[in-house]
């Protein structure tokens, strides 16, 4: 019984990380989307790389920017209250495994470039 409680507390944590890392794609996903346009185009070209790749994307994100800019703070802001519930109410018996430490410093990497393309995306809107 106790081995069945413990795989079913191993099963939440998971579903946690993975649940605040797929928001924070999602997010990411979506302030790329709105940044498309006009931010990232500029970005790239003021180092020195071509951006024309993204002229698909472009037109397809163009008439729907300010919805992919409020779907990317959506998704961002809930994959940062994920991480921080998660990380709140983790409490690890002594030589235990809780969770994967490589998916917190991911999601936070990914939580801050999708907040940066977001704010730029809103900003070239």
């Known amino acids: 019984m106790?081995?069945?409680?413990?795989?079913?507390?191993?099963?939440?944590?998971t579903t946690k990380e993975?649940?605040?890392?797929?928001l924070a794609i999602g997010g990411l996903a979506a302030?790329?989307?709105?940044?498309?346009?006009?931010?990232?185009?500029?970005m790239l070209g003021s180092i020195g790389l071509s951006s024309a790749w993204l002229a698909?994307?472009?037109i397809f994100a163009a008439p729907h920017r300010m919805a992919l800019v409020g779907a990317a703070v959506v998704c961002l802001i809930g994959a940062a209250t994920v991480l921080v519930r998660y990380r709140r109410?983790?409490?690890?018996?002594?030589?235990?495994a809780?969770?994967?430490?490589?998916?917190?410093?991911?999601?936070?990497?990914?939580?801050?470039?999708g907040g940066?393309?977001?704010v730029?995306?809103?900003?070239?809107a």
Do not use: H, K, Q, W
């Not at 081995?3 to 944590?13: F, G, L, P, W």
């Not at 993975?18 to 797929?22: I, M, N, V």
């Not at 109410?89 to 235990?96: D, H, R, S, V």
């Not at 730029?120 to 070239?124: D, E, K, P």
């Open 2 to 13: 106790t081995d069945e409680i413990r795989d079913v507390s191993r099963v939440r944590e």
């Open 18 to 22: 993975t649940g605040a890392l797929l």
């Open 31 to 42: 302030a790329f989307g709105a940044a498309s346009c006009c931010a990232v185009p500029i």
């Open 56 to 58: 698909g994307v472009a």
């Open 89 to 96: 109410a983790l409490a690890c018996a002594p030589g235990a």
């Open 98 to 113: 809780c969770g994967n430490p490589a998916v917190t410093p991911l999601v936070i990497g990914v939580l801050t470039l």
């Open 116 to 118: 940066m393309l977001a």
């Open 120 to 124: 730029a995306g809103y900003l070239f």
